[in-house]
């Protein structure tokens, strides 16, 4: 059968250009244009890459059509219902779920790596008690690439990768706790090796010296199945960026701080303490409309927070099992956030009936719900992009290491010039500046 090719046509010149076209296991085929500026001397243009795929992988698979998220080929909501975090960690790692015994090991491996050196505890009394919570886990984890130097662990071998995967997946939990208790003024409660990945993150969050914590088993399956809605998504912003990161060689652990940076941004992870903050503003549900009006007023930088999405144009999978876990946890723990809840499915129920919405294919994605979980369990708005942090750190460093296993390339994209073209140097006494320099030195 004949290879399957993309011709290009050069109107300017007539010129002729075939690129082979690769199939996937499922999804769109992709053309692969690694020499389109060899053949064309053109660059291919596409800002935010809404079409293009920037590496192949077998990690996670998204149909944006219908609504689709499939790791290592299990649906996500079969993978809610029926598995935990530690089999999602496993799988999206290994490639396929453990049977009992490395299940165990797996588990054994994460629970003896789950404190921090000490010496970590310093780094937090640098911080203002009132930083950003995502402020501090940026530098923590950043940190944790000294305790983890290159000149001790050789990250291009096996051993040196699972190092630096099993401490990672093991300590962002701590950390992500200590953060917490930080912004508190409490002390730091260390992780205890009898209890559960989940159960120990809401030990760590939530106990105090004085008494410890015992979360509800609705509590700790609500958590379970956040992290495991929230582990890992394909190429998006975070996890390009810590491939990008990794793709020069650096320190994984600095790789990962670089994805928290990327996903603390309100259009990406920073959009579940979005949604409550809007929540909040809207009130009532007699304030809809008027909010809606404003998401659609193209001069109006107002966001419907939690809604739309680069790639579901159907709806996110995942919001519709957080909605299920959301309302089931709200019988189960807390009352409180009823309300906040009945004005979430209002808000959701109206949008999804709105021309523009509908048009725009807008529908709640993952952080719709995720925050009124969150505050369910207790956790501060300043500390839900932290947990999608957590949870998102083996989707990081599964691509990571997928991407170190096979093309090492440095990524290095290129661009469109539009600047100035060459011009003579003009000395300072001839020169007259158009515009005066915005900042003043005492601004
Ligand atoms: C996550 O990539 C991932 O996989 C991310 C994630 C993951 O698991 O890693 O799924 C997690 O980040 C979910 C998204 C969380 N962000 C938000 O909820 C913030 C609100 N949403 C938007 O900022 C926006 O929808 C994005 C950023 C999510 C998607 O942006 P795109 O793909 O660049 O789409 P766009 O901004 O070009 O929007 C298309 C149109 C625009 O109108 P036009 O310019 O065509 O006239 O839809 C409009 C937008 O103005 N639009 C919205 C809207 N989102 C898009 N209008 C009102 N409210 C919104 N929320």
């Given at each position: 059968m004949s290879k399957k090719t993309l011709t290009i046509t050069d109107n300017r010149n007539g010129n002729l250009y075939?690129?082979?076209i690769k199939k996937g296991s499922c999804g769109p085929d992709v053309a692969d244009l690694t020499s389109f500026y060899e053949k064309t001397g053109m660059f291919v243009?596409?800002?935010?890459?809404?079409?293009?795929?920037?590496?192949?992988?077998?990690?996670?698979f998204i149909d944006g059509e219908k609504g689709v998220?499939?790791?290592?080929?299990?649906?996500?909501?079969?993978?809610?219902?029926?598995?935990?975090?530690?089999?999602?960690?496993?799988l999206l790692l290994n490639g396929d779920l453990p049977d009992n015994k490395n299940k165990e090991k797996f588990i054994n491996i994460l629970t003896h790596h789950t404190m921090l050196h000490e010496q970590i505890q310093r780094f937090y009394s640098g911080f203002r008690r009132d930083s950003h919570p995502m402020a501090v886990m940026v530098g923590i984890v950043g940190a944790l690439s000294s305790f983890y130097p290159e000149k001790t662990y050789d990250f291009s071998s096996e051993k040196g990768k699972w190092v630096a995967v099993s401490r990672l997946l093991a300590k962002i939990p701590t950390m992500a706790a200590m953060a917490y208790k930080y912004s508190l003024g409490q002390p730091f409660i260390y992780p205890k090796n009898n209890l559960s990945y989940s159960e120990n993150f809401l030990h760590m969050l939530f106990s105090t010296p004085c008494g410890?914590?015992?979360?509800?088993?609705?509590?700790?399956d609500a958590l379970d199945k956040l992290l495991i809605l929230h582990a890992d998504h394909e190429q998006n912003a975070s996890t390009s960026t810590v491939k990008i990161a990794g793709s020069s060689g650096a320190n994984p652990f600095a790789c990962v701080a670089a994805g928290v940076a990327s996903l603390w941004g309100p259009a990406h992870g920073g959009a579940n303490e979005s949604v409550i903050r809007m929540l909040n503003i809207i009130e009532h549900e007699q304030h809809i409309n008027k909010f809606l009006?404003?998401?659609?007023?193209?001069?109006?930088p107002f966001r419907l927070m939690g809604f739309g999405h680069r790639v579901y144009k159907s709806h996110d999978p995942r919001a519709n099992v957080l909605r299920k876990y959301c309302h089931n946890l709200l019988k189960e723990v807390d009352n409180f956030n009823v309300?906040?809840?009945?004005?979430?499915t209002k808000l959701e129920?109206?949008?999804?009936?709105?021309?523009?919405f509908i048009k725009k294919q807008l529908y709640p994605n993952v952080d719709f719900y995720s925050g009124i979980i969150l505050k369910a369990l207790g956790l501060p708005e300043s500390m839900f992009t932290v947990i999608f942090a957590v949870a998102r750190t083996v989707g990081w460093i599964s691509q990571w290491k997928e991407m170190t296993e096979s093309d090492n390339r440095i990524s290095r994209p290129r661009q469109l010039y539009n600047g100035k073209k060459t011009r003579k140097f003009v000395k300072i006494n001839d020169r007259k500046s158009k515009h005066e320099l915005f900042l003043d030195y005492n601004q």
């Open positions: 075939e690129f082979d243009y596409d800002p935010g890459f809404k079409s293009t795929a920037s590496c192949s992988s077998e990690i996670t998220l499939l790791h290592r080929g299990y649906e996500i909501e079969e993978l809610a219902e029926k598995s935990d975090y530690y089999e999602v960690c496993y410890e914590y015992k979360p509800s088993k609705a509590s700790i009006k404003k998401a659609k007023d193209p001069s109006d309300p906040l809840f009945k004005l979430a129920e109206i949008a999804l009936n709105d021309d523009y």
